[in-house]
């Protein structure tokens, strides 16, 4: 049995489909929430991560190759509040904040007030992250680490490539990569891109849109990169291949497109970004060491989950795009935005997720909390207008 109270609410709202297709497919559901296994908790959940695996899962891919069940739930990483633990799960009590990469879960995605998962598919916050931070990264961050110890085994001062750099994975592997000591030449998208792969420790850093890509690898390293890791495939990656000295690596996570044929002299390593305890705890030493920056390109509730998956069809996204689960949480975001609600007295009846139990009544306490902690370092009492800028979030490239 699991740790639950015995009021838990039965049903929940979800972002199911029905069927395969595009963004429009993403509609609203009520659904009973997951009962979790002897091995599994309930989250109930504050920020989904939101990828291109989503999009290509809404439209009929699976990585299993079995067909899914309607309705189905997307988020395959997210974070939340522990709301119930199995009979069998010692690592987790009810009220902690955890983070979880839960890939083709059965019992429904993070684009939901609930999911339940695999103990061992999530880890604790590590505390420089908040909530909204850590739902942005399960997946891209443990994905981007592997790439860069595991299917590269990446030392100190050798020289990276990597391509995709401005993307939802890319950003994680170039500050994982200067965690590691090694020199790094990111491939970004736009000079926007570019100006992000800076900031966040790229050694040098080019738009991968202009044609000078080559120029630019022997430029960094006359001699021959040492290792490529690729997020994106093409002619970029075709003409870093040719400045990859003999006996370079290669790795880029299953799924690039087009796949990189493998040529003599190069050691290719496709890979799968995998979750268990020790990957957990090797990202949160990484996390912590590295003083992990997570850019948000865009955040959504909810509801607007067919909004997040049209803006992610557009493409040029730098960081993540996430999910707001709970109406009351507002997300952490580099970019400028007003908060509008500030809690009070009345917070446990101000939005239609009721406090329906004791648990969601601990769960807003904490949310509420931590929202608290996050406004006074956004909108700091004095002054009361620094910079200029009202008191709004203010991206990072405009510091």
């Known amino acids: 049995?699991?740790?639950?109270?015995?009021?838990?609410?039965?049903?929940?709202?979800?972002?199911?489909?029905?069927?395969?297709?595009?963004?429009?497919?993403?509609?609203?559901?009520?659904?009973?929430?997951?009962?979790?296994?002897?091995?599994?908790?309930?989250?109930?959940?504050?920020?989904?991560?939101?990828?291109?695996?989503?999009?290509?899962?809404?439209?009929?891919?699976?990585?299993?190759?079995?067909?899914?069940?309607?309705?189905?739930?997307?988020?395959?990483?997210?974070?939340?509040?522990?709301?119930?633990?199995?009979?069998?799960?010692?690592?987790?009590?009810?009220?902690?904040?955890?983070?979880?990469?839960?890939?083709?879960?059965?019992?429904?995605?993070?684009?939901?007030?609930?999911?339940?998962?695999?103990?061992?598919?999530?880890?604790?916050?590590?505390?420089?992250l908040d909530l909204a931070q850590a739902g942005a990264i399960p997946i891209a961050a443990l994905t981007a680490i592997q790439g860069i110890d595991d299917a590269l085994h990446l030392k100190k001062g050798e020289r990276l490539i990597i391509l995709g750099a401005s993307g939802g994975l890319g950003v994680f592997a170039i500050q994982f990569a200067k965690l590691r000591g090694a020199r790094v030449l990111a491939i970004a998208s736009g000079a926007d891109g570019v100006a992000l792969a800076r900031k966040l420790g790229a050694d040098a850093a080019i738009d991968g849109r202009d044609g000078e890509v080559a120029g630019a690898a022997r430029a960094f390293a006359p001699d021959g990169a040492d290792a490529i890791v690729a997020f994106t495939g093409g002619k970029a990656l075709t003409e870093c291949l040719d400045t990859l000295r003999r006996g370079g690596r290669l790795a880029y996570p299953n799924g690039i497109e087009p796949v990189p044929k493998k040529r003599r002299g190069i050691r290719t390593n496709p890979y799968d970004g995998i979750a268990g305890r020790a990957q957990w705890e090797r990202l949160a030493r990484a996390i912590t060491a590295a003083r992990l920056q997570v850019p948000i390109a865009a955040e959504f509730v909810l509801a607007e989950a067919a909004r997040a998956h049209e803006r992610l069809a557009q493409g040029h996204i730098l960081g993540k795009i996430v999910l707001g689960a709970r109406p009351f949480a507002p997300l952490r975001t580099g970019f400028q935005r007003t908060d509008h609600w500030s809690p009070g007295p009345s917070f446990n009846c101000a939005f239609s997720w009721s406090c329906r139990n004791e648990i969601d009544l601990r769960i807003r306490r904490a949310y509420v909390k931590g929202w608290r902690a996050h406004h006074a370092s956004i909108v700091p009492e004095a002054p009361a207008n620094p910079r200029g800028t009202g008191g709004r979030r203010v991206c990072a490239l405009d510091a």
Request: proline share 10%.
């Open 1 to 128: 049995m699991a740790q639950v109270s015995r009021t838990a609410p039965e049903r929940m709202r979800a972002i199911a489909i029905d069927r395969f297709g595009g963004p429009e497919v993403l509609t609203m559901h009520t659904l009973p929430v997951p009962v979790p296994g002897a091995s599994e908790v309930l989250i109930a959940v504050h920020t989904a991560e939101v990828g291109g695996w989503d999009a290509d899962m809404r439209g009929g891919w699976s990585m299993s190759g079995k067909k899914p069940r309607f309705p189905l739930v997307l988020g395959g990483g997210g974070s939340g509040t522990v709301a119930a633990v199995g009979s069998r799960v010692r690592r987790f009590k009810i009220g902690d904040p955890v983070y979880s990469y839960a890939w083709d879960n059965p019992k429904g995605g993070f684009y939901a007030e609930y999911v339940a998962a695999p103990a061992e598919t999530a880890a604790p916050v590590p505390a420089p």
